[in-house]
T-cell receptor
């Protein structure tokens, strides 16, 4: 089963612009993770934010988590063409092991 | 983090045949591995949790007799799609849970059943 929705489903921006993707989930979580998937490839782990954290940074990535709203956002600043990919949020399942993925946002960055 | 490989990276088979996909944890002993399936333009759906030395745990709606999982060692889990049909055509991805909560994914196997 899937946790929830991500929006937008697709996002097209120019290089240098910022990209914001949102993720909502349904159940209580221990942590939330963001992954990137280039077309037809495996997933690359970007960042993990725990339920007791509100914001986390990693390079050009900024993730926020609002557990009261059951939502998270991923901000990519100063985007590059190489950031073109699908981005998924994932939360742990009730057993705290497997991941439940959102539907993903397809980001296209044009130069 | 853990390095995970999958073999083959892609496979084409005839309807009715069986296909085995291997998932290897190259630098980490994984007692638990996960198998996901991803249809085109869709998200990943968990199929089953593979436990070393014991039976896999399947998600609701996933036929355990059709998708056979064997986790015989701490570095290898296999998924066998038995009597494959065109609707089984998909992208199959395995993952390994590292020491933290982070999961490390293999590069995936694309299956096309004709």
């Amino acid at each position: 089963s899937q946790q929830g929705e991500e929006d937008p489903q697709a996002l097209s921006i120019q290089e240098g612009e910022n990209a914001t993707m949102n993720c909502s989930y349904k159940t209580s979580i221990n942590n939330l993770q963001w992954y990137r998937q280039n077309s037809g490839r495996g997933l690359v782990h970007l960042i993990l934010i725990r339920s007791n954290e509100r914001e986390k940074h990693s390079g050009r990535l900024r993730v926020t988590l609002d557990t009261s709203k059951k939502s998270s956002s991923l901000l990519i600043t100063a985007s590059r063409a190489a950031d073109t990919a699908s981005y998924f949020c994932a939360t742990d399942d009730q057993a705290g092991t497997a991941l439940i993925f959102g539907k993903g946002t397809t980001l296209s960055v044009s130069s | 983090g853990a390095v995970v490989s999958q073999h083959p990276s892609w496979v084409i088979c005839k309807s009715g045949t069986s296909v085995k996909i291997e998932c290897r944890s190259l630098d980490f002993q994984a007692t638990t591995m996960f198998w996901y399936r991803q249809f085109p333009k869709q998200s990943l759906m968990l199929m089953a949790t593979s436990n070393e030395g014991s039976k896999a745990t399947y998600e609701q709606g996933v036929e355990k007799d059709k998708f056979l999982i064997n986790h015989a060692s701490l570095t290898l889990s296999t998924l066998t799609v038995t009597s494959a049909h065109p609707e089984d055509s998909s992208f199959y991805i395995c993952s390994v849970q590292g020491r933290s909560e982070t999961q490390y994914f293999g590069p995936g196997t694309r299956l096309l059943v004709l």
